[in-house]
Nanobody, 119 residues
Framework: QVQLVESGGGLVQPGGSLRLSCAAS????????MGWYRQIPGKQRELVAA???????NYADSVKGRFTISRDNAKNTVYLQMNSLKPEDTAVYYC?????????????WGQGTQVTVSS
């Protein structure tokens, strides 16, 4: 089994910063793409940022220039540095990963971490 555990969410004022982390553990042979997604109640989960195993990145237009995704392959961990946060960034943030484990390739999700941007 593979587990993804997020940390780093919380309450921050507009213009502030937060750094999210997501560590993968378990029977992992290889991790391909990793990404951060967010969801607001009543809306579909949307991609925020993604990163390949060799470091190529992709961002939603709404976060370009403000958020940075990175990963540490040795630690099976992906990060999301969020700067210049806006109230509209408020959501539950989930990390996802495409993993080759003991049962073959599968997509895994973390439990989510709440990010609230408010004064």
């Amino acid at each position: 089994q593979v587990q993804l555990v997020e940390s780093g969410g919380g309450l921050v004022q507009p213009g502030g910063s937060l750094r999210l982390s997501c560590a993968a553990s378990g029977s992992i042979y290889r991790i391909n793409d990793m990404g951060w997604y967010r969801q607001i109640p009543g809306k579909q989960r949307e991609l925020v940022a993604a990163i390949t195993s060799i470091g190529s990145t992709n961002y939603a237009d709404s976060v370009k220039g403000r958020f940075t995704i990175s990963r540490d392959n040795a630690k099976n961990t992906v990060y999301l540095q969020m700067n210049s946060l806006k109230p509209e960034d408020t959501a539950v943030y989930y990390c996802g990963a495409h993993v080759l484990g003991a049962s073959g390739y599968a997509n895994y999700w973390g439990q989510g971490t709440q990010v609230t941007v408010s004064s």
